[in-house]
């Protein structure tokens, strides 16, 4: 408990200089995903996924546990877990990488900044190099990072039945957004 | 003949139409009505997970866990989804999300006070995750 409140006043006192080395995260990122097919719209969000970005390297890791995505339907959970993501077998997907321009920004002032995460993003078991846009808003001391892009299932080898083709979208829309402090929420 | 067979024939479909759409829509069931399927304590699971993560995940993942724990911390989030951590007596704990299809009797939560919870076991991030929990009375 003591160890903790002097890191904070520490780090509060120094935030403006030393912002740059610090290691920023948090373990309730939202994630979520929509899939707009012809005859359906399929939607699902997962509140605790899992961001560390350290300033100083630019390297960031992201990863989202899939039994965790909430769904509506109890039939869409269940085929998502079981059919298309086999989460018994790869229970996690995650991002790591770094952002491509970390050293260019000035993280001490506060502002909103275009970013680009490039890395590895592994879904169903399979890996495959990645870049994607992003901001990053510096703000009271919090990282408030937000993304968007698509994630195409056959990429990551997801097979969409034949049966269910119209009801499931080829390219999965996701939204990410996440407040990283550096504490340890 | 043919009248009635054609007959039968929607009918028959009609009613698997209607049965495909009732079980199409169900909602996901509150975690309150299912069944746990092994007890233990929030160090121990933990434990198994910090000794041998893949191991843990065979004989927990997607499993409907009883957890016994002592609440290191608790939170709402702005949109009303409550987090609940046990202590573990390590750096992370077992961080259980609650169920959103439930009305939870509690959602605040003294740290330091002993409860129970069952959810699903969702693996490791940091945390050992259970999704979707209520607390149990006992």
């Known amino acids: 408990m003591m160890k903790k409140s002097w890191l904070m006043a520490l780090s509060l006192g120094l935030w403006g200089t030393v912002l740059s080395a610090q290691k920023f995260m948090t373990r309730d990122a939202r994630i979520s995903f929509l899939s707009e097919a012809p005859l359906e719209k399929i939607e699902a969000i997962n509140k605790s996924g899992s961001a560390v970005l350290d300033l100083e390297s630019g390297r960031m890791e992201w990863k989202v546990l899939i039994k965790n995505f909430i769904f509506e339907k109890k039939l869409m959970q269940e085929h998502f877990n079981e059919n298309y993501m086999e989460s018994d077998k790869y229970p996690n997907a995650t991002f790591k990488g770094e952002v491509v321009n970390a050293r260019e920004i000035n993280w001490s002032k506060e502002g909103t900044y275009d970013v680009r995460a490039r890395g590895k993003m592994t879904i169903h078991g399979v890996e495959r190099d990645i870049e994607v846009p992003g901001k990053i808003t510096v703000s009271a001391g919090k990282l408030n990072v937000t993304a968007d ?13 034949t049966v269910v083709r119209d009801n499931i979208a080829k390219e999965i829309a996701v939204h990410v957004e996440a407040a990283l402090t550096t504490l340890n929420r | 003949m043919k009248k009635r067979l054609l007959l039968l024939a929607l009918l028959l479909a009609a009613m698997g139409a209607a049965v ?24 121990e699971l933990f434990a198994a997970f910090e000794t041998d993560e893949a191991a843990a995940n065979a004989r927990y993942l997607g499993k409907i866990l009883m957890v016994k724990g002592q609440v290191r911390e608790a939170n709402t989030l702005a949109d009303g989804t409550v987090k609940v951590v046990l202590n573990a007596g390590r ?3 077992v961080l259980c999300e609650f169920d959103p299809n439930t009305q939870h009797p509690r959602t605040t939560f003294q740290p330091g006070e002993n409860i129970t919870v069952k959810g699903e076991c969702a693996g490791l991030n940091f945390d050992v995750l259970l999704a979707r929990c209520v607390v149990v009375e006992e």
């Open chain 1, 149 to 161: 892009f698509k994630v195409a299932c056959a990429d990551y080898n997801i097979a969409i039945p």
């Open chain 2, 20 to 43: 495909g759409l009732y079980f199409y829509r169900q909602k996901v069931p509150s975690m309150a009505t299912q069944k746990a399927d092994l007890t233990l304590s929030a160090a």
């Open chain 2, 91 to 93: 750096d992370f704990g």
